[in-house]
């Protein structure tokens, strides 16, 4: 069955990077997401990667994949306060109907 | 930016009552899902929906869930007689269609069901 784990938390200085780090069951996994959580609020959908790659950059944002591992990694570049979330590695399988799995979700702190 | 939106924010209700959560997905969107998050807990796919019928379900979703497309816009899911271990935050969710950046799901705010 389909899996996802990752640490339930990570604390980080300001200006310094965060890794966050996810692992995978399903091999057949179409698409990695990272999904931001703020307290009380819904699910922000902050970047993707197709599995067919092994890296995607979005400004702050470094997503690492090795599908061999079945690893992902968020990292962050510069981080800061306002990143403090909980942070939710998830996959989407194939097939016509597209459901999510989502990981355990990591709390990032950051301290000022 | 186009956005799924829940109604209400909150939701609270006696154990055994039928509580409906409203979404309205955006608006060229054809796939439509539900998840629930009980507090603490990970996300859990319950349901998704196409062409006015379920496509996928999960084993949580029985037969006390229902879900709708009543008209063009709105997305219901329905609980008939909601329990204590229903309490949890019900997102919405939807995507364009099959194929590459498409499957990319949008998610809600979310409804905050209490069940008491």
């Known amino acids: 069955g389909e899996d996802v784990e990752q640490s339930l938390f990570l604390s980080v200085r300001e200006g310094d990077s965060s890794v966050i780090n996810c692992t995978y069951t399903?091999?057949?996994?179409?698409?990695l997401y990272w999904y931001k959580q703020e307290p009380g609020a819904g699910l922000q959908l902050l970047t993707y990667i197709f599995s067919n790659m092994d890296m995607k950059q979005d400004q702050r944002l470094t997503v690492l994949l090795n599908k061999k591992d079945k690893h992902l990694s968020l990292r962050i570049a510069d981080t800061q306060t306002g990143d403090s979330a909980i942070y939710f590695c998830?996959?989407?399988?194939?097939?016509?109907?597209?459901?999510?799995?989502f990981g355990t979700g990591t709390k990032l702190q950051v301290i000022p | 930016e186009p956005e799924v939106t829940q109604t209400p924010s909150h939701q609270v209700t006696q154990m055994g009552q039928e509580v409906i959560l409203r979404c309205v997905p955006i608006s060229n969107h054809l796939y439509f899902y539900w998840y629930r998050q009980i507090l603490g807990q990970k996300v859990e796919f319950l349901v998704s929906f196409y062409n006015n019928e379920i496509s996928e379900k999960s084993e949580i979703f029985d037969d006390q869930f229902s879900v709708e497309r009543p008209d063009g816009s709105n997305f219901t899911l329905k609980i008939r007689s909601t329990k204590l271990e229903d309490s949890a935050m019900y997102f919405c969710?939807?995507?364009?269609?099959?194929?590459?950046?498409?499957?990319?799901?949008?998610f809600g705010a979310g409804t905050r069901l209490s069940v008491l």
């Open positions: 998830a996959e989407m399988h194939p097939g016509g109907y597209q459901k999510v799995t």
């Open positions: 969710a939807s995507s364009e269609g099959s194929g590459g950046s498409k499957n990319i799901q949008y």
């Open positions: 399903d091999s057949s996994s179409t698409y």
